[in-house]
């Protein structure tokens, strides 16, 4: 029996071994990512002080916000049909795709930053003047993280994960840190918010120049010789208005806490919760390297009908991001406030409170595993868009309805019952559609029926 047993384990734990292998360069990547921005938010905080870092944060989550009718799910879109053409080696289509979502990332760039500064000079009398200037310099981002977002799919599509990554979560934040750190020393002062900004808009575009560099260093030869150009945009507007919609419901489950905090608490309060965000976030380290390295495996198994190799990666990629993500939730829980004050300073001990409640949330999130991104690659985009437009709506009046009675935990509160409510929404639409059970407990059935 308990030769059977062993038998059945190492099995079962095959998966891990080929999902660790594949994702071993990512996980590197992503830890770098991981400790760059948080030097980046400790350095700011520290360099802006509580109400300057606020604004900032304020300003930064509302262009990051302008930036979604400009990406308009794109860059899922390109990841997916660019892995397709690469599969069937359809040049001549991933050169159509390539161009056609240029040309429509630019022109809506243009035309979101024009209303971005009408907005801005028709409400200016409802912000301070520093606050109107870093949030001015901040529309001049949306251009170059939509296309960023882009042509780092693009890259990803084409098996270069690490490539992909690599201007946005490295070479911005070292450009940030570079920028912002050398101001300080030759102003040598409290830097402004406009300040920092304005050090975030060009480390945005020395990574945007580098991420096109890669891009075309890793252009296929027979991409470069293909002189046809094959387009179906019916097709892609067809399944590119589900994809914007979750993309752009997915930033607002990510940024409606951190505006209707601005709207309704003193603006400390803001930077105060966005650095419980930014340390929350290192619990779903697990699930966020899971997500971007087995997208070409999903892809390839769903197109080939392989359901239950499939549910065996669903599982192993659930069981991998639990078994990250609990150690750093306890780490949190117990040593959290300390570290927040030994890194930020007393006062961002306030953090502290909402950050417990946040970590429960990315607990559920890993707990439930890559239930959407099965969704997303196997054509039933809408039915992860229904799970988001849930969530999203149930963030938007937890959020209207707690945040004034309980401040900043009455958002986390907000943001962990949502995030619920997604996962179990869309976990259960995976197991209706495809039979498969994407959470960690689906390990102790796989073992019983092997």
Not at 347 to 366: K, N
Not at 395 to 404: E, F, G, K, R, Y
């Amino acid at each position: 029996m308990v030769t059977t047993i062993t038998e059945k384990l190492k099995t079962q734990l095959e998966p891990y071994r080929q999902l660790l292998k594949i994702g071993a360069g990512t996980a590197s990547l992503r830890i770098s990512a991981i400790l760059l921005t948080f030097a980046c938010s400790i350095v700011l905080a520290r360099i802006l002080g509580p109400k300057g870092f606020g604004v900032y944060s304020y300003t930064f989550a509302i262009a990051t916000l302008l930036a979604v009718p400009v990406q308009m799910g794109m860059p899922t879109l390109i990841f997916r049909e660019t892995a397709k053409a690469v599969t069937q080696s359809n040049w001549a289509r991933m050169k159509g795709l390539w161009f056609w979502s240029t040309v429509r990332v630019s022109v809506a760039s243009f035309v979101i930053a024009v209303l971005g500064l009408l907005l801005l000079w028709l409400t200016q009398s409802k912000f301070s003047y520093q606050a109107s200037i870093t949030m001015a310099i901040s529309l001049g981002l949306i251009p170059l993280m939509a296309l960023g977002s882009a042509r780092a799919a693009a890259l990803r599509g084409l098996g270069f994960i690490i490539q992909g990554l690599l201007p946005e979560t490295v070479v911005k934040p070292i450009f940030l840190l570079i920028l912002v750190g050398f101001a300080f020393l030759v102003l040598d002062r409290q830097l402004l918010p406009s300040e920092a900004m304005v050090a975030q808009l060009l480390s945005v575009c020395l990574a945007f120049v580098f991420g096109a560099v890669l891009l075309i260093q890793f252009k296929p030869k027979q991409f470069v010789e293909t002189k046809s150009v094959e387009t179906d945009g019916r097709a892609w507007w067809a399944a590119l208005w589900p994809f914007t919609l979750i993309a752009g419901f997915e930033i607002i489950l990510q940024r409606t806490d951190l505006i209707m905090i601005g709207y309704w608490l003193p603006v400390e309060q803001v930077g105060f919760y966005k650095i419980a965000v930014s340390i929350g976030a290192m619990a779903l380290f697990g699930l966020r390297v899971v997500g971007l390295t087995v997208g070409h495996q999903v892809i390839q198994y769903i197109s080939n009908g392989k359901n239950s190799e499939l549910a065996r990666l669903s599982s192993s990629c659930a069981i991998f991001s639990l078994a990250i993500t609990v150690p750093v939730v306890l780490g949190l829980a117990f040593w959290g406030e300390d570290i927040l004050v030994l890194v930020y300073g007393e006062e961002f001990s306030a953090s502290y409170s909402p950050l417990l409640v946040l970590i429960i949330a990315q607990l559920i999130s890993a707990f439930f595993g890559i239930n959407q991104l099965i969704l997303n690659m196997s054509g039933f985009e809408r039915d992860s868009l229904r799970g988001v437009l849930l969530s999203a709506g149930v963030n938007v009046i937890l959020n209207a309805i707690l945040i004034p009675i309980y401040g900043m935990i009455g958002a986390a509160i907000a943001t962990m019952i949502s995030t619920s409510v997604l996962n179990i929404y869309t976990w259960n639409r995976v197991k209706s559609t495809l039979g498969i059970d994407t959470s960690a407990l689906s390990i102790f059935r796989m073992l019983r029926t092997d």
